[in-house]
């Protein structure tokens, strides 16, 4: 009986966290429960999400990226710079810090796959590293429309209309409207659920995981594989770098340290999520969502914000209490 119940709640404890959870906000707030705090609760999420894809992927290689949160940061003021200081037109505002955030993943992938340094202490290294050159190339300021610079002068450009759409917009249909934002995180969470799960790209990531030797003599480039892992990895916290600047409408330093806590753990409860017991992209949106709605139900109750990572630890351990219990017993069986 009591094995069964551990089962129950490693399949779908997650979920029945959140109902509990959304239950007892609506009940104590009144506006809680509302098409347009849902909204606000997706949106709010869709930068994490996107985060949280990254480390998915890292995770699932048997590895891990510290330094997702650096690179949500450095894309962030490299977005704001390109269209605030230099005035550069949208494709290229979208396109450079996209390839910035490859580049990072590439960087990672040298010192962990070429150089052999294992995956915590290169991502750590690189994380520094980082959060380095972009308080170095901003000065310590954050970036915003016409902003007057140490000499006196000001900033020639601004954030366009259009750049602002991508964070801020909405999508119509009829009289029923969809955050920008949230569409995109449902399709990049859509996306990489099929690529993890449909193809074989995806099979061998989760091969290279489960068993880097087997998988090699198995003919799987595990190097190659592994490189891709990281480069996701960059390019997913890269975009959730352009998510943050569109929707403040400024490039703020240290725009991603908070995500990378909130982004780990939303991965690690997902591993619960359907009794997965391993990195999944469908579990790793439902912990995107737990947290969100315990940010946002904290927040209307008035609780202090430090109050926040209180609740949200105690999610945490208690997700991975159980599902790591429930593994090792299975194993043990």
């Not at 069964?4 to 997650?14: D, I, S, T």
């Not at 606000?40 to 949160?69: K, N, P, W, Y």
């Not at 190659?224 to 998510?243: K, M, Q």
């Amino acid at each position: 009986m009591k094995d069964k119940l551990l089962l129950f709640l490693f399949r779908y404890g997650a979920i029945i966290v959140i109902i509990g959870v959304i239950t007892f906000f609506t009940i104590r707030l009144d506006y809680f429960f509302t098409g347009s705090n849902i909204a606000d609760i997706l949106r709010s999420i869709s930068i994490v999400t996107f985060v949280a894809i990254g480390v998915t992927f890292s995770l699932i290689v048997d590895g891990f990226d510290l330094s997702v949160g650096s690179t949500v940061s450095l894309t962030t003021v490299v977005t704001a710079a390109m269209m605030i200081w230099y005035e550069m037109p949208l494709a290229v505002v979208i396109f450079v810090p996209i390839i910035t955030g490859a580049a990072i993943g590439l960087l990672n992938a040298l010192f962990i796959v070429k150089f052999r340094i294992p995956d915590l202490l290169a991502t750590l290294a690189v994380m520094y590293i980082i959060a380095g050159i972009h308080k170095t190339y901003t000065k310590g300021y954050s970036i915003y429309n016409h902003m007057q610079f140490q000499d006196g002068t000001k900033a020639p450009g601004r954030m366009s209309d259009a750049f602002l759409t991508i964070g801020q917009g909405e999508f119509y249909i009829g009289s029923f409207s969809i955050p920008i934002p949230v569409l995109l995180m449902i399709a990049a969470v859509v996306a990489a659920h099929v690529l993890l799960s449909y193809t074989r790209f995806g099979r061998q990531m989760y091969m290279t995981g489960g068993n880097e030797e087997a998988a090699r003599l198995s003919g799987i480039r595990v190097k190659h594989i592994r490189t891709w892992a990281y480069v996701l990895s960059g390019i997913c916290a890269s975009i959730g770098g352009i998510l943050y600047a569109s929707r403040v409408g400024t490039g703020q330093i240290d725009a991603g340290a908070p995500l990378l806590m909130e982004a780990v753990a939303a991965v690690f409860v997902g591993f619960s999520v359907f009794g997965a017991g391993k990195p999944n992209i469908l579990g790793t949106f439902v912990g995107s969502v737990l947290i969100g709605v315990l940010v946002n139900g904290l927040t209307m109750m008035n609780l202090q914000y430090y109050t926040h990572d209180i609740v949200k630890g105690t999610v945490l351990i208690l997700a991975l209490a159980v599902t790591f219990y429930v593994v090792q017993r299975s194993r043990r069986a």
